[in-house]
């Protein structure tokens, strides 16, 4: 399939996953709004769980690039300021909502979720490889808890308490998880 109608079968899904939730996402609906016959969508994606699963790792939407500043706390500061974007700016918020949300109690979903979380970590891994490298970290340490930590403070503040996040909410939280509390 050419990439360009690909990411617009994947932009569909996603904007219907956002406004409709995955019980209103069909491959109908997705087939109707991307301009594509539902039955090549079905030749490539047998299910819509398949077609939701692909688009949360390929989708250009939720697409996301390593950053390279040359400074582990830079580029820690950057990574949390790509999960605060995914997770307060329309759609992408609402996509990360509802595909958590209903992963919950669909383990094909689920699935699917651990691997955007997975494809999310590897290419997060090599800015803890450059940081080793330069000495800024330990070969020991551990890159996915420090990324759980800091993923997981911008979900907990803005998914979960619906607190908005300071302009140096990254700063600080980076501060916290390599310097301590202070």
């Given at each position: 399939m050419?990439?360009?109608?690909?990411?617009?079968?994947?932009?569909?899904?996603?904007?219907?996953l956002?406004?409709?939730?995955?019980?209103?996402?069909?491959?109908?609906g997705?087939?109707?709004?991307?301009?594509?016959?539902?039955?090549?969508?079905?030749?490539?994606?047998p299910?819509?769980?398949?077609?939701?699963a692909?688009?949360?790792?390929?989708a250009?939407?939720?697409?996301?690039?390593?950053?390279?500043?040359?400074?582990?706390?830079?580029?820690?500061?950057?990574?949390?300021?790509?999960v605060?974007?995914?997770?307060?700016?329309?759609?992408a918020?609402?996509v990360a909502?509802?595909?958590?949300?209903?992963?919950?109690?669909?383990?094909?979903?689920?699935?699917?979720?651990?691997?955007?979380?997975?494809?999310?970590?590897?290419?997060?891994?090599?800015?803890?490889?450059?940081?080793?490298?330069?000495?800024?970290?330990?070969?020991?340490?551990?890159?996915?808890?420090?990324?759980?930590?800091?993923?997981?403070?911008?979900?907990?503040?803005?998914?979960?308490?619906?607190?908005?996040?300071?302009d140096d909410?990254?700063?600080?939280?980076?501060?916290?998880?390599?310097?301590?509390p202070?």
């Amino acid at each position: 399939m050419a990439p360009r109608k690909e990411q617009q079968i994947f932009r569909a899904t996603l904007e219907l996953l956002a406004g409709k939730g995955y019980d209103g996402l069909t491959v109908e609906g997705v087939a109707e709004r991307s301009g594509v016959n539902k039955t090549t969508i079905y030749r490539w994606w047998p299910s819509k769980a398949a077609l939701l699963a692909a688009a949360l790792v390929e989708a250009d939407l939720l697409a996301m690039e390593p950053p390279d500043t040359g400074s582990l706390r830079k580029d820690l500061e950057a990574l949390v300021q790509g999960v605060a974007a995914l997770l307060t700016r329309p759609p992408a918020a609402d996509v990360a909502v509802a595909a958590l949300g209903a992963a919950v109690h669909r383990p094909e979903l689920a699935a699917a979720t651990r691997r955007f979380f997975a494809d999310r970590f590897a290419r997060e891994e090599a800015v803890f490889d450059r940081a080793k490298r330069r000495g800024e970290l330990p070969a020991t340490a551990d890159p996915m808890l420090i990324m759980d930590l800091l993923a997981g403070a911008v979900w907990l503040r803005t998914v979960f308490r619906g607190l908005p996040l300071d302009d140096d909410f990254a700063a600080k939280a980076v501060s916290a998880v390599l310097d301590g509390p202070s």
